[in-house]
């Protein structure tokens, strides 16, 4: 690969539940953009998927569609670096001497760690408590400058880069410290059952999203029963989340300003409004999943991709494994 200049930026997504229309949205159109003045790595997160509990033949399903939905909505395996965590040996090494860098009372404050481990309460592994010091080594293995990632990841983002600082303190510098980066028009989308809660693939009621291959008449039958505000105008505001969240999707896919959807629909009801936005939602997947089937069904393809993106993030992350070996006084086995 020739030397290349721009910021190095990565992020991933776990292949567990469904992709949806949230995630477009809120990262993965974001990537999309971002992919021509950035050096761009993008990941399959199998490793961390597992810190609760999968069906193996539904993750190694899963873990092809999601990158034939990555490569449907736009990133290109070409010009960015795609793979899965798993193929990439680096992450896990790395990740077991962040361990040793990493305090107890870090990781039990994380909120991510207490929301999900009191649904658990049972069985919470170590892997769960230890799920944020796996994605430091994600980020800090490339020397990662920016890392996109909705508000709920900030906090692991703060402790990567305390991680990383700690590190460098003792040793000297070995890792970049990374940027948050919360993408200046990433929208965040609400559940449409619940509109104080983000919009979740791990959400149990289906209807609370649209995921990006469901079919014409689910997406409309799903946007049909959202929830709406008490009321029936379609104005924006805090105290209207519903109509707001359905117009932050009606505006985010077709590009109008509220004021505009606004003007609109003055003087008819949510049902009008609901059926044009089921129209626009259902029209903006249709490309993509017409390129999702065509991709999907190329398995050899899929996995020639996947070939070329672990074999090249092995290669970039190699270096920063070695050095931090180096530097903890290991001896090199040659
Ligand atoms: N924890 C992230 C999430 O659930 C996924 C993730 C894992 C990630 N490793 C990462 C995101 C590295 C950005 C960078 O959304």
């Not at 961390?48 to 539904?58: C, G, K, L, S, W």
């Not at 962040?98 to 892997?127: D, H, I, P, W």
């Not at 896919?253 to 003007?263: D, V």
Request: charged share 20%.
């Amino acid at each position: 690969m020739p030397a290349d200049h721009r910021p190095i930026l990565l992020s991933g997504i776990q292949p567990s539940g469904e992709l949806m229309i949230g995630h477009y949205l809120g990262a993965l159109k974001n990537w999309v953009g971002l992919q021509a003045d950035h050096d761009c790595l993008f990941m399959l997160v199998d490793l961390h998927a597992i810190t609760v509990r999968q069906d193996p033949a539904e993750l190694r399903r899963r873990c092809l569609d999601f990158l034939a939905l990555y490569v449907a909505c736009g990133i290109d395996p070409s010009h960015s670096t795609v793979f899965v965590q798993s193929h990439v040996p680096t992450h896990a090494e790395l990740a077991w001497v962040l361990n040793c860098f990493t305090y107890m009372g870090e990781l039990g404050r994380m909120t991510q760690f207490k929301e999900k481990s009191q649904k658990q309460e049972l069985n919470v592994s170590a892997g769960l408590f230890n799920y944020p010091v796996l994605m430091a080594a994600d980020i800090l293995l490339y020397q990662s400058h920016l890392v996109p990632v909705g508000e709920d990841q900030k906090q692991h983002l703060e402790l990567t880069r305390d991680i990383a600082m700690r590190f460098n303190n003792l040793y000297g510098e070995t890792f970049r410290v990374p940027e948050c980066f919360i993408p200046p028009v990433g929208a965040r989308i609400m559940s449409l059952q619940d509109p104080t809660s983000k919009m979740s693939k791990s959400d149990p009621n289906p209807r609370s999203y649209v995921a990006l291959l469901d079919p014409p008449d689910l997406v409309r039958s799903k946007i049909k029963k959202a929830v709406t505000d008490s009321g029936t105008e379609v104005v924006f505001g805090n105290d209207r989340p519903a109509v707001s969240n359905l117009m932050t999707i009606y505006s985010s896919l077709t590009g109008h300003g509220f004021p505009a959807i606004e003007e609109r629909y003055q003087g008819k009801g949510y049902a009008d409004f609901k059926a044009d936005l089921a129209e626009i939602v259902v029209e903006f997947l249709r490309p993509i999943q017409d390129r999702y089937h065509a991709i999907r069904s190329d398995k050899s393809e899929l996995t020639a991709i996947l070939k070329r993106g672990a074999e090249a993030a092995l290669a970039r992350s190699r270096p920063t494994v070695a050095k931090v070996y180096k530097k903890l006084g290991f001896i090199a086995a040659s």
